[in-house]
């Protein structure tokens, strides 16, 4: 049985293989930055288009399930499709990057890194910081907010806070951070 480590990274590949840029966002992108937890999906961020989406979609094989068709719409609508590996369990959301300028910077400021022992795309601990406090503020999850805090925890120094400053009024998210850097500075 495939881990849901190696079913990420097979379709990071097989994005790869045709020529989608991505990007590993979202708790597996925390878990890289700040403190590990369990979860149960992944998520990344592409670049993708209708062709490009076809060759995807032949290169998964028989191990998953997409729906195409589905995946076609929310290129269109500029939404979320997702593609679940049949064995593992393991639903890895595609999330189709957003016309904005935070989302813009963001996927330039992506780095690659060893995972698993290949290169894949990942979100700085930055961008993930602030996405976290986005996603906590829109669904109130203090879950996303406890990620985000712990990434500032095990970032420390090396976290570039005049970038999150700058980016967390326009996100709407700078009572957050706020409270999270009290936090983080308290020890709390």
């Known amino acids: 049985m495939k881990s849901q480590d190696e079913v990420l990274c097979f379709v990071a590949a097989r994005l790869e293989q045709c020529s989608i840029a991505y990007m590993i966002v979202g708790s597996f992108a925390s878990n890289l930055h700040g403190k590990p937890r369990t979860t149960h999906d992944a998520d990344l961020v592409v670049e993708i288009d209708a062709p490009r989406l076809e060759k995807f979609a032949q290169a998964l094989g028989d191990d998953f399930y997409f729906d195409v068709e589905a995946a076609r719409d929310a290129i269109k609508k500029n939404i979320m499709s997702n593609v679940l590996h049949y064995e593992s369990g393991l639903k890895i959301d595609l999330i189709v990057r957003k016309n904005r300028a935070f989302s813009r910077s963001e996927f330039q400021r992506r ?15 930055e961008d993930t910081l602030l996405a976290k406090l986005e996603w906590s503020k829109m669904g109130a999850s203090e879950r996303q907010y406890e990620d985000a805090v712990n990434i500032a925890k095990v970032q420390g120094e090396k976290l570039e806070l005049g970038y999150v400053r700058t980016w967390a009024p326009e996100l709407q998210v700078d009572d957050l951070l706020h409270r999270l850097l009290a936090e983080v500075q308290s020890g709390s």
């Open 111 to 125: 780095f690659q890194d060893d995972f698993l022992g290949r290169p894949c795309w990942i979100a700085t601990a």
